[in-house]
């Protein structure tokens, strides 16, 4: 359905757990989350009836994030219940790759079309630096993993200034393979809101180190490169230098069910104990005020009343 700025909204991120086995400098504090209550959570079957009562407004496009989506308990039940909602054409999956060894065969099965991602850096000491607990050994198994059970995969970086501004080996990862590298800019939301300016790069500045690639075009959000002759692309996502909220269709839904018609904005409106007309009708008047933009770009502050791993970015 469209929203009061006819913005034709078809997009829902999924939040299924704040928690995460990783604790990236920008999103997670050291000490983790505090685990929310269980009976606060939208259990296995209220996020397939939040997906469906979406679907049924124009939603056709759902991602599952977190936190970590694959430490969520029921998450394979959750993906086969959204699969077969009828007008879900793509379910897709965010994810640090810790799990996806052990789950990608029966996310693959239960109808998960594609999955993206998370790696900022192929450096070990870098990585154990960004993330405090991960290793590149792992996050490389998830990739092999994803690529063997969803073919072409899209792997998220987010850029740090001083720590991970050297990208060479991550677009060299799209020499032989289907995969695109998705360099994302900083946005200053939780952990991070207060990080000092020179950590915020932009993307185009990055890039630029690397001359080699040339400009194919725009996908979506995606500023979309490729180095001649090599198989995979890399994308830039600018949150911080471009202004996407004109052309916005995403919704996004936290795990304990609220809500947010925009990323940066503190509102949040309750869904949990809902159901049926009335929980349709709820999701239908928080498209239709959706607001028309945030100003997190001018303002270098998100209004968001949570950080990004109790949204799901
Ligand atoms: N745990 C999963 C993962 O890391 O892919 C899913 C949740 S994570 C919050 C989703 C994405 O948000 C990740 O790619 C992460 O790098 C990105 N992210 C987290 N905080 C961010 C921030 N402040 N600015 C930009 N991207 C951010
Ligand atoms: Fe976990 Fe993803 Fe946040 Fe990193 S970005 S702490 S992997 S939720």
Redesign the pocket.
């Known amino acids: 359905m469209k929203d009061d700025f006819g913005r034709n909204i078809r997009y829902l991120r999924l939040?299924v757990t704040d928690l995460?086995q990783?604790r990236?400098l920008?999103?997670m504090p050291a000490e983790g989350v505090q685990k929310l209550e269980h009976d606060s959570i939208l259990t296995v079957e209220e996020c397939i009836e939040v997906c469906r009562v979406c679907a049924e407004l124009g939603v056709n496009k759902i991602r599952l994030?977190?936190?970590?989506?694959l430490v969520r308990r029921g998450i394979v039940d959750i993906c086969r219940g959204i699969a077969r909602i009828p007008g879900v054409e793509e379910l897709c999956i965010?994810?640090?790759?810790l799990l996806l060894p052990k789950y990608a065969a029966d996310l693959k099965a239960a109808g998960v079309t594609r999955v993206?991602?998370?790696l900022?850096t192929l450096d070990p000491e870098k990585l154990r630096r960004i993330t405090r607990t991960g290793n590149v050994t792992d996050v490389l198994a998830g990739l092999e993993a994803a690529e063997k059970y969803f073919g072409h995969t899209k792997i998220?970086?987010?850029l740090i200034g001083g720590i991970n501004d050297d990208i060479t080996d991550m677009v060299a990862l799209t020499r032989d393979r289907d995969i695109e590298v998705r360099f994302?800019?900083?946005?200053?939301?939780?952990?991070?809101s207060d990080w000092p300016e020179e950590r915020f790069v932009s993307a185009e500045a990055i890039l630029k180190r690397v001359p080699q690639l040339e400009y194919i075009g725009d996908k979506g959000v995606s500023m979309l490169y490729q180095v001649p002759g090599w198989k995979g692309r890399v994308g830039l996502i600018r949150?911080m230098s471009h202004k996407f909220c004109s052309a916005c269709d995403r919704i996004r839904i936290t795990a304990d069910g609220k809500l947010k018609p925009c990323l940066h904005s503190a509102t949040e409106i309750p869904l949990k104990g809902l159901h049926g007309e009335e929980l349709k009708n709820t999701v239908a008047s928080a498209i239709k005020a959706k607001p028309q933009s945030h100003l997190m770009d001018e303002t270098h502050h998100s209004d968001s009343l949570r950080?990004?791993?109790g949204?799901?970015?």
């Open positions: 939040s995460c990783m990236c920008y999103c994030t977190g936190g970590e989506p965010t994810t640090n790759g993206n991602l998370s900022d998220n970086s987010v994302i800019e900083l946005m200053p939301i939780g952990e991070c949150p950080g990004m791993s949204i799901g970015g």
